[in-house]
């Protein structure tokens, strides 16, 4: 009875996946080495730029300016390295199947993000520090230090994603990149009253405002795009138990999910002030694709997990209830609908990533 029970608590553990091996000392020391090398490097720029002047914590000649940029480059090179090196080690092995123009278009797509997230968490910390220590200015050396501490966060960081990339991380990239740069868009718009028409407006700015929008957009669409093949090999994986052409159904979403990232890309690319139906256009499309993507979904993926096709459902009826809030109810304007329409698509993309990788894993131990 005691070796049964052994046997059943044996089949019980997960075998590990390709790529699932987790964080190991070897990758937990190179992550380490990227830090301190991105802290010595960044530290001694940003004393060469500030010598002989005092920056403020935040603005735009501030040490938080200067900062995220030095980050976002430390960020990027310690993701790219981890990642490229990892995988010709054999993480993700996978993707040598695709064409080598979209696994350089997946890598710009994801070092960009990288890029963006870090300037935009540096500058962040660096403005509500700003707002406590008012009329503080920091000289050269101070500078340096605060400087060469956020680039070596932000490289450990970047090693660490980059050496273990999974889908789920990559949707929350997506995510997080979208929010923060709507974010620092809508408090650093000039114009007050934008809220009273739309999000799009945001990207009407010529300024600072405008660019931070757009580019967020478009950042978070290349993203989307690079996640829909790593969601579509873990569909894969799952449907190979169930079906004889998983590779085809795979390829449908990856296609799907990549169309709503090319959807956002243009709705960045072409501000609504610029081309109105092209914007509106694409802005509908990922509803749209979304829409076909849940009703494939149900149709195409036997044996998901029926909690995936619940949030689903619940997704669509919000995104419905959203649009009637706003006409013909009239409870909110169009900035609310969006809002909650926005809310509600990422809340399911990062659902429904984890439920193809929970429906992969148990394929693996089925």
Sequence with gaps: MNRSAGLRGTAAVRPARPGDEGLSPRLEA???????????????AAFA???????????????????????????????????????????????????WPKRATDLLALCAAMMMLSALLVIAVAELFQLGFRGLTIDPFGTGALTGAACGAVAYGGSVFGARLTSSGVAMLATLVLFLGTLASMVSSPDAEWWQFHFSRLGNEAG????????????????????????????ETGLRAHVANAPARARLFAWLLAGIGICLMIAGLVPDAVAFPVHVGAASGMVVLFAVL????????????????????VAIAGILVAVALWVPIGYYNLTGAEFVIAGLLFAWLLVFVRGTRAYADESVTS
């Design 30 to 44: 190179q992550a380490i080495r990227w830090a301190l090398v991105s802290a010595v490097g960044g530290a001694a």
């Design 294 to 313: 849940v009703g494939c979904l149900a149709a195409l993926v036997p044996g998901m997990r029926h909690e995936v096709a619940v949030f689903s459902t």
């Design 208 to 235: 600072y405002a405008g660019y931070q929008f757009n580019l967020a957009l478009i950042t978070t669409g290349a993203v989307v795009t690079a996640l829909a093949n790593l969601v579509a090999h873990d569909l």
């Design 49 to 99: 730029i500030a010598h002989g002047s005092r920056l403020p914590l935040g603005g735009e000649a501030s040490v938080g300016s200067l900062a995220g940029l030095l980050a976002a480059v430390a960020a990027a090179a310690a993701f790219s390295f981890a990642f490229v090196t990892e995988r010709r080690r054999g993480h993700l092995a996978w993707r040598r199947a695709l064409p």
